[in-house]
Structure formats: structure tokens, C-alpha cells
């Protein structure tokens, strides 16, 4: 059984920091690109983040470039969104996807995705 899980959102103010951890089963982890993606409310899904499992290279949007920064733990299934000096526009619910494909923002990427977790930043 495929299983993608989310934690570590919550509320915060603007300026904090959280660290997102999307614990994963079921599948070749170590085999699998990690993408991070969010979606606010009205508005589309919207690609974060993406670290590859070949070589640990990481891609950032634009707009989180220099505050966030994903990684991953292969031994432990795990992977990480660390997110520092939030800001209002970041409120969304964040998920972490995995594919094997190198098209990460496409609308047709990722074999399995998790539920998401809620990050709410007031100002």
C-alpha cells in the first residue's frame, strides 16, 4: 500500500518558520523524484519544490527561492520542506508528491501524492 503523509503544518505569523515532513511507504523511495506543491484557496495547485532522487538536486519556485529549502532521508522514508520567513501568500495546503519523471510542474505529473497539511501564516 502506496502511502504519502504530511505533517507539520499549522498557524503562525508572518516571519516564522516551520518545517513540513511528508513521511512515505509502500514504494522505492530512494527510486522516486520528491515534489512539493501547494494550493491556496481559489487558486491552482502550484509546484514548491522538488528534490531528484538520482544526484539530490533541487529545484525551487520562484517564490520560495532562498526561503525554502527541501531535502530527504532516504534511510528513514522521510522528506523535508523547511520553511523560513513566511508570508501571508504562503498560507495553502502544502503536498508532497512522488513521480519518476523529470516534468515536475506538469498537471500530469506524480504516481502518488498525500493528503496535504494545512499552513495558515497571519500577518
Known amino acids: 500500500e502506496v502511502q504519502l503523509v504530511e505533517s507539520g503544518g499549522g498557524l503562525v505569523q508572518a516571519g516564522e518558520s516551520l518545517r513540513l515532513s511528508c513521511a512515505v511507504s509502500?514504494?522505492?523511495?530512494?527510486?522516486?523524484?520528491i515534489c512539493w506543491f501547494r494550493q491556496a484557496p481559489g487558486k491552482e495547485r502550484e509546484g514548491v519544490s522538488c528534490?531528484?532522487?538520482?544526484?539530490?538536486?533541487?529545484y525551487y519556485a520562484d517564490s520560495v527561492e532562498g526561503r525554502f529549502t527541501i531535502s530527504r532521508d532516504n534511510a528513514r522514508m522521510m522528506v523535508y520542506l523547511q520553511i523560513n520567513s513566511l508570508k501571508p501568500e504562503d498560507t495553502a495546503v502544502y503536498y508532497c508528491?512522488?513521480?519518476?519523471?523529470?516534468?515536475?510542474?506538469?498537471?500530469?505529473?506524480?504516481?502518488?501524492w498525500g493528503q496535504g497539511t494545512q499552513v495558515t501564516v497571519s500577518s
Open positions: 509502500g514504494f522505492t523511495f530512494d527510486e522516486y523524484n
Open positions: 508528491a512522488a513521480g519518476l519523471g523529470g516534468d515536475y510542474y506538469s498537471d500530469y505529473w506524480g504516481d502518488y
Open positions: 528534490i531528484r532522487s538520482s544526484d539530490g538536486s533541487t
